[in-house]
């Protein structure tokens, strides 16, 4: 299997949970400090096609910075730059396999990527 990347705030229960149930298996892990070295709009696209769900998993709307920003949620080059600009906005945990990602809520989300091929 590849590695396993978990973007990861390690302030958020879901975050810490998810990474727990990771670490407690056979894979090579690695961690991603999202809110310490933030992804680019490149980047945040490339992870958006793997991620089930589509943008609106990607995004959490209930963050002040996005009230501040009223942007339309449907853009999404606007959504990812601001994204990018407040890497607060990107959702937790993500656990991204190289070819699928999904959100860890709940934390169990992330051990599909383990047994889905």
Same mark, same amino acid.
């Given at each position: ?40 709009? !490149?980047? *945040? ?7 089930? %769900? ?5 995004? =959490?709307?209930? #963050? +002040? ?21 407040? !890497?607060? *906005? ?7 396999? %190289? ?5 860890? =809520?709940?934390? #169990? +989300? ?8």
């Amino acid at each position: 299997m590849a590695t396993l990347t978990l973007y990861h705030n390690p302030r958020c229960s879901k975050s810490r949970q998810a990474l727990e149930l990771l670490e407690a298996q056979d894979i090579e892990l690695k961690i991603h400090r999202y809110l310490d070295t933030p992804l680019d709009t !490149p980047a *945040l696209e490339a992870l958006l096609h793997r991620l089930d %769900g589509g943008l609106e998993q990607l995004l =959490r709307t209930s #963050e +002040a910075e996005w009230k501040a920003l009223n942007l339309d949620p449907d853009d999404s080059q606007a959504v990812l730059a601001a994204i990018a600009q407040h !890497p607060k *906005l990107m959702q937790r945990p993500i656990a991204d396999r %190289g070819d699928r990602a999904v959100v860890g =809520r709940p934390p #169990e +989300a992330v051990l599909s990527l383990l047994t889905d091929h």
